[in-house]
């Protein structure tokens, strides 16, 4: 099936999604792995930094499930729900973070916050360009899908939802 314009364009964001998803994930997943290797008593940073990777991960998997099936517009909305979700809970804490963090003794005594505001814009900047466009654009196409749906057009419309979801997940 061919995809019309906006779908591709809606793919193509989230390739690049998936791959700052993968920055996110290899950065906060390097550090998960060197405290545990190091051992050293920063049980903060190990539960920040894993939760971090997991959000992450999360993320990348909603954006290879998504790119790898063809998805009912319900189904598509549902994904990018998710995605928007875990970006948030990303952005959450790293604004967290930056507030009351455990993290603030390990700068420099000039500017502690520094670091971590600049890590919170990024984040803002981010959030408003790739995630949540997608998300109104997944909620408008699945408005306008409905509205569109004549009622004899009704059975047609279900029954490609279903050949959707009939697909592997992971195929």
């Not at 700052?20 to 903060?44: D, K, N, Q, W």
């Not at 894993?50 to 959000?55: A, G, P, Q, V």
């Not at 973070?97 to 520094?114: T, V």
């Not at 790739?130 to 909620?139: G, S």
């Amino acid at each position: 099936m061919a995809f019309t314009l906006a779908q591709q364009m809606v793919r193509t964001v989230s390739i690049f999604q998936g791959l700052l998803a993968f920055v996110v994930l290899c950065y906060t997943g390097g550090r998960v792995i060197e405290i545990l290797a190091y051992s050293t008593p920063r049980i903060y940073s190990f539960i920040a930094s894993l939760f971090l990777s997991l959000f992450a991960a999360g993320i990348i998997l909603a954006v290879w499930v998504q790119y790898k099936i063809l998805m009912a517009h319900k189904v598509t909305l549902y994904f990018e729900m998710a995605k928007s979700a875990f970006a948030t809970l990303i952005w959450l804490w790293l604004i967290l973070d930056a507030a009351f963090g455990s993290g603030l003794n390990y700068y420099p005594r000039y500017s502690p916050r520094k670091p971590l505001v600049i890590d919170f814009g990024i984040s803002v900047i981010i959030l408003l360009i790739l995630y949540y466009p997608t998300l109104v654009w997944a909620y408008i196409d699945k408005n306008l899908r409905r509205e569109a749906i004549s009622p004899t057009g009704r059975e047609q419309a279900q029954d490609e939802e279903a050949a959707g979801e009939r697909e592997p997940l992971l195929g």
